[in-house]
């Protein structure tokens, strides 16, 4: 009787199931999108009868794509003694304000405070005919009054002024319109997402975090640090359409005559579409987590004969465990030379 393992065999090669799918590159990107109108002059020569003007539309793709986590603002530090140990509490202040219906991620949270970011800074412009698309339908109940830092900036978008229309629809200038208005969410975000670490337990404890710092030196102290995680974003604005409004319905431009077409390059002068601009700002976004960073002391804190008395300790682990190699060494001799006797202990050290 063969006492070989046969390999399992679930059916053979008919029963095996597709491949994985691969994995994709790591690139993650989300997007806003905003809309700025404008007032286009027009003559006979574009065979539009009885219009004087055009209304035009620009569509801007804001585009904030993942550069990777930083370290944010000190929550919390604390410093253990010696053998010291000690309790912390962590308190979410956004699961503690809102209820289980109106909350949401932190992503969906930026997009909910972009939108209410930009509606109120475009709402303080009179003139702006601009308005902001971001793409999220979730409207967040439980912002726990959060300021959003609003400050009025006047400012007009039908003006019939060559260098007007150019800033206005300037990709450059939308970009860093909007950069303000993703920095003051940003920052929103970050305060009605507080996390707050003591070392002390409220009366709520069911809705906090425990943890149990030790420090087992013997003789350093030992700072913990406790910080916030945030994901920086990259911005990057493109212009990826040109509309005018013909009736009830947008027309992309190039589907309309040339003499339009003509009118509106004139108008709109160095505004084309694919024109992108990155201003170099970066967006920081706040995390879930937490990260906890020990530094140890640059000072003993014990006393010199202690000092000496650990020194002295080391170096009797150090001398037991060259017995130990030395003595696994001898055996392995033995061992080569064919010696398969049982092993005799080592005699022990003579005495003085």
Same mark, same amino acid.
């Given at each position: 009787?063969?006492n070989e393992i046969k390999p399992c065999d679930c059916g053979?090669?008919?029963?095996?199931?597709? $491949?994985? &799918?691969?994995?994709?590159?790591?690139?993650?990107?989300?997007?806003?999108?905003?809309?700025?109108?404008?007032? &286009?002059?027009?003559?006979?020569?574009?065979?539009?009868?009885?219009?004087?003007?055009?209304?035009?539309?620009?569509?801007?793709?804001?585009?904030?794509?993942?550069?990777?986590? @930083?370290?944010?603002?000190?929550?919390?530090?604390?410093?253990? !003694?010696? @053998?010291?140990? %000690?309790?912390?509490?962590?308190?979410?202040?956004?699961?503690?304000?809102? +209820?289980?219906?109106?909350?949401?991620?932190?992503?969906?949270?930026?997009?909910?405070?972009?939108?209410?970011?930009?509606?109120?800074?475009?709402?303080?412009?009179?003139? *702006?005919?601009?308005?902001?698309?971001?793409?999220?339908? *979730?409207?967040?109940? =439980?912002?726990?009054?959060?300021?959003?830092?609003?400050?009025?900036?006047?400012?007009?978008?039908?003006?019939?002024?060559?260098?007007?229309?150019?800033?206005?629809?300037?990709?450059?200038? &939308?970009?860093?319109?909007?950069?303000?208005?993703?920095?003051? #969410?940003?920052?929103?975000?970050? #305060?009605?997402?507080?996390?707050?670490?003591?070392?002390?337990?409220?009366?709520?404890?069911?809705?906090?975090?425990?943890?149990?710092?030790?420090?087992?030196?013997?003789?350093? /102290?030992?700072?913990?640090?406790?910080?916030?995680?945030?994901?920086?974003?990259?911005? +990057?604005?493109?212009?990826?359409?040109?509309?005018?409004?013909?009736?009830?319905?947008?027309?992309?431009? $190039? /589907?309309?005559?040339?003499?339009? @077409?003509? *009118?509106?390059?004139?108008?709109?002068?160095?505004?084309?579409? =694919?024109?992108?601009?990155?201003?170099?700002? $970066?967006?920081?976004?706040?995390?879930?987590?937490?990260?906890?960073?020990?530094?140890?002391?640059?000072?003993?804190?014990?006393?010199?004969?202690?000092? &000496?008395? !650990?020194? %002295?300790?080391?170096?009797? !682990?150090?001398?037991?465990?060259?017995?130990?190699?030395?003595?696994?060494?001898?055996?392995?001799?033995? %061992?080569?030379?064919? @010696?398969?006797?049982?092993?005799?202990?080592?005699?022990?050290? *003579?005495?003085?």
């Amino acid at each position: 009787m063969s006492n070989e393992i046969k390999p399992c065999d679930c059916g053979g090669p008919e029963c095996m199931g597709p $491949e994985p &799918v691969p994995w994709l590159s790591w690139k993650h990107c989300f997007h806003f999108y905003e809309l700025r109108q404008g007032v &286009v002059p027009i003559g006979n020569e574009t065979g539009i009868a009885g219009r004087e003007r055009l209304i035009i539309r620009v569509k801007y793709d804001h585009e904030l794509c993942l550069l990777g986590r @930083k370290q944010g603002p000190i929550v919390h530090s604390l410093t253990l !003694l010696p @053998k010291e140990e %000690l309790r912390v509490y962590e308190y979410d202040r956004y699961r503690r304000s809102t +209820s289980a219906t109106t909350r949401f991620s932190v992503r969906t949270s930026f997009f909910d405070m972009t939108q209410k970011v930009a509606d109120a800074y475009h709402s303080s412009k009179a003139d *702006a005919g601009g308005s902001m698309s971001a793409s999220s339908s *979730a409207h967040s109940e =439980g912002g726990g009054g959060v300021n959003l830092g609003i400050i009025s900036i006047g400012g007009g978008s039908s003006s019939s002024s060559n260098s007007k229309t150019s800033a206005y629809f300037d990709v450059a200038n &939308v970009s860093s319109s909007f950069s303000h208005v993703a920095h003051t #969410s940003s920052l929103a975000v970050e #305060s009605e997402r507080s996390i707050v670490v003591s070392t002390f337990e409220e009366s709520e404890s069911g809705q906090s975090t425990a943890r149990t710092l030790r420090n087992d030196n013997l003789c350093h /102290a030992v700072t913990y640090y406790i910080r916030r995680v945030f994901e920086v974003y990259e911005l +990057s604005t493109k212009i990826v359409g040109i509309e005018i409004r013909i009736g009830d319905e947008w027309i992309e431009v $190039e /589907a309309l005559p040339d003499a339009i @077409k003509k *009118a509106i390059r004139d108008y709109l002068k160095k505004i084309e579409i =694919g024109s992108r601009h990155t201003p170099g700002v $970066e967006i920081a976004l706040p995390t879930d987590g937490l990260l906890y960073e020990a530094e140890l002391a640059h000072c003993c804190s014990c006393d010199c004969e202690s000092q &000496v008395q !650990l020194e %002295l300790e080391q170096e009797r !682990l150090r001398i037991e465990n060259l017995n130990l190699s030395l003595e696994a060494e001898r055996r392995q001799k033995l %061992l080569d030379a064919g @010696k398969l006797d049982p092993f005799e202990p080592a005699p022990p050290p *003579a005495g003085p």
